[in-house]
C-alpha cells in the first residue's frame, strides 16, 4: 500500500531562517516522490519531483529535497526563509504500479515570522 | 500552454440542491482528478478518469458522481448536497497511465459553499 506522513500540521520559522519539512513515505516499490504548494484560494503548484536518478531534486523558489531510501523520506528544505514561502505544503508518492494516481499527504502549513 | 481550468470559480447552493462543477485538463492530458479540500481536512481523493472511463473512486458517497468527455474535459456532480459538502474543489489533469511518473497539474478549484 502506498502512503504517506507529514509530520508536524503546522511549522514557524524566522524570515531568514532554515526550512525544514519532513515528509515519510511507504510503497510497495520503487516510489515517485512530489511536492506541492498551495497557497491560499488557489490550487497545487508542483515544486519539484524524485523519479530516478538523482537523490537530491532542486525545485522552484530555491526548494530542494533529498530521497533517502533508508529512511523512506523526502523532506523538504530551504536554507532560507521568505515571507513568500508562507503556505501549505504536500507530499505525494506513486509508483509504477497506481498509474497516475497519487497519494498526497495531511498537508504542513508553513508560518514565516519577520 | 493554457494550464488546468475550472468553472465556475465559486458556487453558492442550499442544502439538498444538486451542483455541476467542470474541469478542462491540459492538452495532452488524458487523466483527469478531482479533490475535496475541507478546511481542516487536506486533500481527500474523489475520482479519477481516464480514456472517459471511470479508474478509481475515493471513499465518498455515491452522491458524488461524474463524467470525462471526448475531449477529456471532466464534470463532478453533487446530489443532495449537504452543509458539509462546503469545499474546494480541485481538479488536476496528467498524461496517460501509462506515464505514472508525471506530476498532475491542478487548476485553482471551485470554492462550493452551502447555505
Known amino acids: 500500500a502506498q502512503s504517506v506522513t507529514q509530520l508536524g500540521s503546522h511549522v514557524s520559522v524566522s524570515e531568514g531562517a532554515l526550512v525544514l519539512l519532513r515528509c515519510n513515505y511507504s510503497s510497495s516499490v520503487p516510489p515517485y516522490l512530489f511536492w506541492y504548494v498551495q497557497y491560499p484560494n488557489q490550487g497545487l503548484q508542483l515544486l519539484l519531483k524524485y523519479t530516478t536518478g538523482a537523490t537530491l531534486v532542486k525545485g522552484i523558489n530555491g526548494f530542494e529535497a533529498e530521497f533517502k531510501k533508508s529512511e523512506t523520506s523526502f523532506h523538504l528544505t530551504k536554507p532560507s526563509a521568505h515571507m513568500s514561502d508562507a503556505a501549505e505544503y504536500f507530499c505525494?508518492?506513486?509508483?509504477?504500479?497506481?498509474?497516475?494516481?497519487?497519494?498526497f499527504g495531511t498537508g504542513t502549513s508553513l508560518t514565516v515570522i519577520p | 500552454e493554457a494550464g488546468v481550468t475550472q468553472s465556475p470559480t465559486h458556487l453558492i447552493k442550499t442544502r439538498g440542491q444538486q451542483a455541476t462543477l467542470r474541469c478542462s485538463p491540459i492538452s495532452g492530458h488524458t487523466s483527469v482528478y478531482w479533490y475535496q479540500q475541507a478546511l481542516g481536512l487536506g486533500l481527500q481523493f474523489l475520482l479519477w478518469?481516464?480514456?472517459?472511463?471511470?479508474?478509481n473512486r475515493g471513499n465518498f458517497p455515491p452522491r458524488f458522481s461524474g463524467r470525462q468527455f471526448p475531449n477529456y474535459s471532466s464534470e463532478l456532480n453533487v446530489n443532495a448536497l449537504e452543509l458539509e459538502d462546503s469545499a474546494l474543489y480541485l481538479c488536476?489533469?496528467?498524461?496517460?497511465?501509462?506515464?505514472?511518473?508525471?506530476?498532475?497539474?491542478f487548476g485553482d478549484g471551485t470554492r462550493l459553499s452551502i447555505l
Open positions: 478518469y481516464d480514456e472517459g472511463e471511470e479508474r
Open positions: 505525494a508518492v506513486s509508483n509504477a504500479n497506481t498509474g497516475t494516481q497519487f497519494y
Open positions: 488536476a489533469s496528467s498524461f496517460y497511465v501509462g506515464q505514472n511518473n508525471q506530476p498532475q497539474h
